[in-house]
């Protein structure tokens, strides 16, 4: 079956440190794959697009790489902030058309 | 721009009843996309317009749930009769490329008692 896996336990990291989330699917070929951010009670916000013949996207201090042999991709932070505690999440753009969520990974930055 | 606008906000309706949610998209998106998200399914795609036509519904979870988009700035998400298992936040989005970043409104939170 189709799947799309984000580490459902949350990430704790202290700040100034570097936050990789990882995001895995299968069964699966996405032309596309964004990552978004969502604050409690508010909706998801588009934070980065990759396309499957890109291999490395940065923006600012975030930098998100696609591998489509190990159908994953990985999203950095670097010098994390307590501002970027919330939970992101990954969405893939397969062939078919429609964008497909993961369940999110909670990312809580401690001072 | 405002933004993609949903309502009611929170909703706390007892069972049997009808629910509608609203959403106004973004002006100029052509696409328009409402998701459900618990906290065990995450978000999922219930059904999405192109231009105001119905493409996608197969994640209707059933009969009782119905959307309509009668113009570029409206849509409706329609649950009767509501149950309890459709308690959830209603995501509405809007793109201008169905490839590109999708704007979502800030959901509607569905409490059914």
């Known amino acids: 079956s189709q799947k799309i896996e984000q580490n459902s336990e949350a990430l704790n990291i202290q700040e100034g440190k570097t936050a990789t989330l990882t995001c895995n699917y299968t069964n699966y070929s996405p032309a596309y794959l964004q990552w978004y951010r969502q604050d409690p009670g508010r909706g998801p916000v588009f934070l980065l697009l990759?396309?499957?013949?890109?291999k490395e996207k940065r923006k600012e201090r975030l930098k998100v790489t696609f591998d489509t042999t190990l159908k994953q991709s990985l999203f950095h932070i670097t010098a994390s902030q307590p501002a970027d505690s919330a939970t992101y999440l990954c969405?893939?753009?397969?062939?078919?058309?429609?964008?497909?969520f993961g369940t999110g990974t909670r990312l809580q930055v401690f001072p | 721009d405002a933004g993609v606008i949903q309502s009611p906000r929170h909703e706390v309706t007892e069972m049997g009843q009808e629910v509608t949610l609203r959403c106004k998209p973004i002006s100029g998106h052509d696409y328009l996309f409402w998701y459900r998200q618990t906290m065990m399914r995450g978000l999922e795609l219930l059904i999405y317009f192109n231009n105001n036509v119905p493409i996608d519904d197969s994640g209707m979870p059933e009969d009782r749930f119905s959307a309509k988009m009668p113009n570029a700035s409206f849509s409706t998400l329609k649950i009767q009769p509501s149950e309890p298992r459709d308690s959830a936040v209603y995501f509405c989005?809007?793109?201008?490329?169905?490839?590109?970043?999708?704007?979502f409104g800030e959901g509607s939170r569905l409490t059914v008692l």
């Open positions: 990759i396309r499957e013949n890109e």
């Open positions: 969405a893939l753009v397969p062939n078919t058309d429609k964008l497909i």
């Open positions: 989005a809007s793109t201008l490329s169905w490839t590109g970043e999708l704007f």
